[in-house]
């Protein structure tokens, strides 16, 4: 295997430590990890599992580099792993910085405006990095269904964003203003 592919498998186990350790902090909180969706229930549902289908792919490609049949130049693999990596990057400390208040979904319980850590930079970094994520596997492995499915995520996922934005600003009011007009919503 190439020395990317080891590189690739290494950001996903940090990314699923990330999620892992988030999830059993908030099962001994008490606290449940699924909201309500923002958007009708087959977007919402559909859009969550393309994203993860790309991330999949990214994955099969980087175990078996001879998988698929678009031959892809070294540069774009490592260009795709840079992606990779700020996108883990910045998708872990989104999921850190929000800690118990991350949900799938809007929360059904209060819970508090998080704008400190990487949410002085971006109101949805989770988000964002999970963006850059699918398109690095996009030029990981170009494959049309990859695309598809990636362009697919992003546009539900924009549509949730809406969704959950709306949300906050009922539920933060002015409080939810002034961080809008201070942070972009993506960077």
């Not at 186990?13 to 990330?18: D, N, Q």
């Amino acid at each position: 295997m190439p020395v990317h592919s080891y590189l690739v498998i290494l950001a996903f186990i940090l990314c699923g430590l990330v999620l892992v350790f988030q999830m059993v902090a908030m099962r001994r909180d008490g606290s449940e990890m699924l909201g309500k969706p923002t958007i009708d229930k087959f977007y919402f549902y559909t859009g969550k599992l393309t994203i993860f289908i790309t991330w999949a792919l990214f994955l099969v490609k980087a175990i078996f580099p001879e998988f698929g049949y678009i031959h892809v130049p070294v540069y774009l693999s490592w260009t795709a792993v840079g992606l990779l990596w700020a996108g883990t990057l910045i998708c872990s400390l989104g999921i850190i910085d929000l800690g118990k208040s991350l949900k799938v979904g809007l929360p059904h319980k209060e819970t508090i405006l998080k704008t400190r850590g990487i949410y002085r930079f971006s109101r949805n970094p989770i988000y964002g990095g999970i963006f850059l994520i699918a398109i690095a596997s996009c030029l990981y492995f170009p494959d049309l269904i990859n695309i598809s499915f990636t362009i697919y995520g992003i546009f539900i996922h924009h549509r949730i964003i809406r969704g959950e934005e709306r949300f906050l600003a009922m539920r933060f009011g002015n409080e939810w203003n002034d961080y809008c007009i201070q942070v972009r919503r993506y960077l």
